[in-house]
């Protein structure tokens, strides 16, 4: 009996974002099912029902860390993953909600929430390196569709990825 071969498991996590990163990957529609035979994406709450299970051999991180909760989160995260990359300019930089790292957060919740007592936040928004190492940065707001197939397939070959050291708002 042939044994089934192992396809890489590949997840898709959000921290605060807005999601336009992971629309860019779902506008990738066609790729990602051609390339379905080659991976399995196990994790992709946006497209998929799914529960967290195992290690995954590629990781896509969309958003910056914002909380308590996200903080550790991203750690659990880096233990489940052979290769950490983070897509995007919430991903990489902090994203526009790192503008507040300017400011007195505190004071921006007493003025948006009812009830801020109940906000648990952090003073700052940060890049997901500033928490844990990380394989590859793909910037760009939102990122480029291609330069994504790109990363994944590069990982999945086991070759670094080939892109521009910037995408900037191009298709
Ligand atoms: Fe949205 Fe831009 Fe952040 Fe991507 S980088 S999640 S498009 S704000």
Redesign the pocket.
Known sequence: MVAARHRPRLAVWKFA?????QLSLLDCEDELLAMAAAVEIAYFPEATRGTIVGRYDISLV??SITTPHDAQRIRDVRQRSRVLVTI???ATSG??QALRNFADVQEYASVVYARPEFINTLASSTPIADHVPVDFELR????NKRQALEVISAYLATRQPVTPSHSVCIE
């Open positions: 974002s807005c999601d336009g990163c969309e958003g995007g300019a919430c994203g526009i760009g707001c939102p990122i």
